[in-house]
């Protein structure tokens, strides 16, 4: 079936440091998958922080970075730098761009991030 | 700026008690969702909708009911709630299928 796993929290890194969070997918019904990043800060409701919707393409916003790899079937989320700010939950999900309306989301990784 | 709401943000009712969880949508689209968040799981899609009188099951419909009585408006029911509906749950709207989805802030129900 359709999938989408994630590294568990939670993860903490100090200010400065670079971050990955992993995230792989198994796509069998969906010939061509989008690939989206969330985030959800506290109190707040999930926005969207990046997708991509052509494998070997990558994303960016917000100094965050993820590239649909369709070989490793991978959309790891990274930044070089974290910030204090960047404490929020993560993420990844996975959509069709035709045929089907359900985005199926891996658990959330919640990121703290020390000064 | 898309917008979704939700209410109430917290709630607390009883074994047995009846809930209704409404969200509004200033958006425009035709679709909407009702998810469940639990420890250790993705989102989980409960119900979803793509326009007024329309009524769709997702994954986790068990125990749940819900109505869309206008494009913008979205309601969750637990007729007869029980401590394993106890949860963080989000309602969402989208302009087309599999794409971007906007999320209300959250509405935490537990049941004691």
């Known amino acids: 079936g359709d999938s989408v796993t994630q590294t568990e929290g939670p993860v903490t890194v100090s200010e400065s440091e670079s971050l990955i969070i992993n995230c792989t997918y198994s796509?069998?019904?969906?010939?061509?998958?989008?690939l989206f990043w969330y985030v959800r800060y506290p109190g707040e409701g999930l926005q969207l922080l990046l997708k991509?919707?052509?494998?070997?393409q990558k994303g960016s916003s917000r100094g965050f970075e993820a590239t649909y790899n369709k070989e490793t079937t991978s959309f790891h989320l990274q930044k070089a730098s974290v910030q204090e700010s960047d404490s929020a939950v993560y993420y990844c999900a996975l959509g069709a761009s035709s045929g089907s309306w359900q985005l199926i989301f891996g658990s959330g990784t919640q990121l703290t991030v020390m000064p | 700026e898309a917008a979704v709401t939700q209410s109430p943000r917290n709630k607390v009712t009883v074994t047995g008690g009846n809930v209704t969880l409404s969200c509004r949508q200033t958006n425009s689209h035709n679709y909407m969702y009702w998810y469940r968040q639990d420890t250790g799981h993705g989102l989980r899609l409960i119900h979803y909708?793509?326009?007024?009188?329309?009524?769709q099951i997702g994954d986790v419909p068990d125990g749940y009911k819900a109505t869309r009585t206008t494009q913008e408006d979205f309601f969750l029911l637990l007729e007869l709630a029980s401590p394993s509906q106890t949860s963080l749950y989000f309602c969402a709207s989208s302009e087309g299928q599999g794409w971007e989805q906007y999320f209300g802030p959250g509405t935490r129900l537990t049941v004691l």
């Open positions: 991509v919707i052509t494998a070997g």
């Open positions: 909708s793509y326009g007024a009188g329309n009524l």
């Open positions: 796509a069998t019904s969906i010939a061509y998958p989008n």
